[in-house]
């Protein structure tokens, strides 16, 4: 399926990023579980299916919320990151894992009280994947979005340490990837769909309740956190570099290093914006 008019979804999208996935994205803002639980109404009970969950980061971050998480990724390395990270939470009883595209959906898991969308939506057939997953709701059940807060500014002064050169490091990127962003076997020319909010009215959600919860803390990061972030990214996951990753790693230590000789990043952990759209009343 397509997400754009020019690129089309492989399995190789994030292929070899699982491992640093974990490590190198930044986490969600604390108060995250209490802002959705207070949304949600949720009380324990009650079934998340988390869509495109990635290792289980925000599956396993609301387990405690729900009767079941169930989490659904089309990359084998997702889902047994996840099932390593369950399994070292002691929640496996509670948590499943399901290899299989959005657009497999229904794909016999039943009814949900909650679906999720963590920064996954947009690689998605997005009118196809809206309409089943409504349809996989309970009444009065709910869709959330939840991402970074993209409109917030850039961290700059008060920090303990330098912050991530991230404007050399997309230079490096492109110099070993090219200039127009690598997406699986494709590129994005055009970046990934937006106006999200008409596809989910189309698909019969109303909505949306918008919620901010605020970050701000402030993060330590090591240069191995850094790379790791690097690679978590699609447009620059390991599988993507060939022979030449070494090279480009090489390279972009160096660059760190030079950024910061102690190895030791600051960064302001984002706010985390939500967006809950409704079948029927609330949920609870």
């Known amino acids: 399926m397509l997400v754009t008019a020019d690129w089309e979804w492989d399995e190789t999208l994030f ?13 969600y803002a604390p108060g995250l579980v209490e802002a959705l639980g207070g949304a949600l109404g949720l009380d324990g009970c009650g079934r998340l299916v988390d ?7 925000l599956a396993l971050l609301l387990v405690e919320s729900f009767g079941e998480v169930v989490g659904v990724d089309p990359d084998d390395g997702m889902i047994a990151e ?14 499943r894992w399901v290899r299989a595209r959005a657009e497999e959906l229904p794909a016999g898991l039943g009814t949900f009280t909650v679906a999720a ?31 970074d807060l993209k409109t917030e500014p850039p961290a700059v002064g008060g920090l303990p340490h330098p912050v991530v050169p991230d404007a050399a490091v997309g230079d490096l990127v492109r110099r070993y990837l090219g200039p127009v962003r690598r997406a699986g076997a494709g590129t994005l020319r055009h970046g990934t769909p937006g106006d999200e909010a008409a596809v989910l009215l189309r698909a019969g959600f109303s909505g949306p309740e918008r919620h901010v919860v605020p970050g701000g803390r402030i993060l330590d990061r090591s240069e191995d956190d850094v790379v790791a972030g690097v690679y978590s990214m ?6 993507l570099f060939g022979a030449r990753r070494g090279a480009f790693e090489a390279e972009l230590r160096l660059l760190l290093r030079a950024a910061s000789p102690s190895g030791l990043f600051s960064a302001r952990q984002p706010s985390t914006e939500v967006f809950v759209w409704r079948v029927g009343g609330r949920t609870g």
């Open 15 to 27: 292929a070899g990023s699982a491992a640093y996935y974990r490590r190198g994205r930044l986490p």
């Open 51 to 57: 869509v495109g969950c990635g290792p289980g980061t």
């Open 117 to 147: 969308f963590a920064q996954s939506f947009h690689w998605m057939d997005r009118d196809l994947v809206a309409r089943v997953v409504r349809g996989m709701l309970r009444p009065g059940g709910a869709l959330v979005h939840v991402s």
């Open 234 to 239: 699609s447009f620059s996951a390991p599988h």
């Open 82 to 95: 996840a099932e390593r990270a369950a399994a070292a939470r002691g929640v496996s009883g509670k948590a």
